[in-house]
T-cell receptor, first 112, second 115 residues
Framework: KAGVTQTPRYLIKTRGQQVTLSCSPI?????VSWYQQTPGQGLQFLFE???????NKGNFPGRFSGRQFSNSRSEMNVSTLELGDSALYLC???????????FGEGSWLTVV | AQTVTQSQPEMSVQEAETVTLSCTYD???????LFWYKQPPSRQMILVIR??????QNATENRFSVNFQKAAKSFSLKISDSQLGDTAMYFC????????????FGTGTRLKVLA
């Protein structure tokens, strides 16, 4: 069974640009959540989706947005990139909430 | 506010010995799940062990076991017979069953297993 797949794995963007990250969950998993990992802040919750509905959102500015498609694949978008957005962005999926979440390998974003 | 605290930023252990990583959490919820995740240098987060708060019995997975003290809000991870492959960052995490749909992570403990 394929794991959680995140693309792209590595990317470099310039301040002010926008970026879209993609996540394909494990087959059959309908819950997808996103986390930002930085050395200083650890793992911070961004948002969670289930059946195309956002059920919770973390304390991030409106520049961070996401969506989920009918096949459970999810994307997150960051607009007007800032240097502080440089981080590892992790996607995780689960069958339903309360089940264990399984992580992808992450997307490394560097903003220069 | 719900928080998870890992008070040991770094630890080391000799190969084949036993080490315990500490985790405390704060919540007013009665039903929740607790997890330990391992993040090796590859950065892939891997589930180590999971505990359901309503279960008094401590979870075990091979060389990994937890000491879950609900009243004290403590959830420590014991690694027995440490192996070089256990070298990684270890994160304690918590999620309530009440449907907040998010995990709260501690800041992690970097464990190094020495040959």
């Amino acid at each position: 069974k394929a794991g959680v797949t995140q693309t792209p794995r590595y990317l470099i963007k310039t301040r002010g640009q926008q970026v879209t990250l993609s996540c394909s969950p494990i087959s059959g998993h309908r819950s997808v959540s996103w986390y930002q990992q930085t050395p200083g802040q650890g793992l911070q919750f961004l948002f969670e989706y289930f059946s195309e509905t956002q059920r919770n959102k973390g304390n991030f500015p409106g520049r961070f947005s996401g969506r989920q498609f009918s096949n459970s694949r999810s994307e997150m978008n960051v607009s007007t990139l800032e240097l502080g957005d440089s981080a590892l962005y992790l996607c995780a999926s689960s069958l339903e909430w309360g089940n264990t979440i399984y992580f992808g390998e992450g997307s490394w974003l560097t903003v220069v | 506010a719900q928080t998870v605290t890992q008070s040991q930023p770094e630890m080391s252990v000799q190969e084949a010995e036993t080490v315990t990583l500490s985790c405390t959490y704060d919540t007013s919820e009665n039903n929740y799940y607790l997890f330990w995740y391992k993040q090796p240098p590859s950065r892939q987060m891997i589930l180590v062990i999971r505990q359901e708060a309503y279960k008094q019995q401590n979870a075990t997975e091979n060389r990994f076991s937890v000491n879950f003290q609900k009243a004290a809000k403590s959830f420590s991870l014991k690694i027995s017979d440490s192996q070089l492959g256990d070298t990684a960052m270890y994160f304690c995490a918590f999620t309530p069953t009440s449907g907040t749909y998010k995990y709260i992570f501690g800041t992690g403990t970097r464990l190094k297993v020495l040959a």
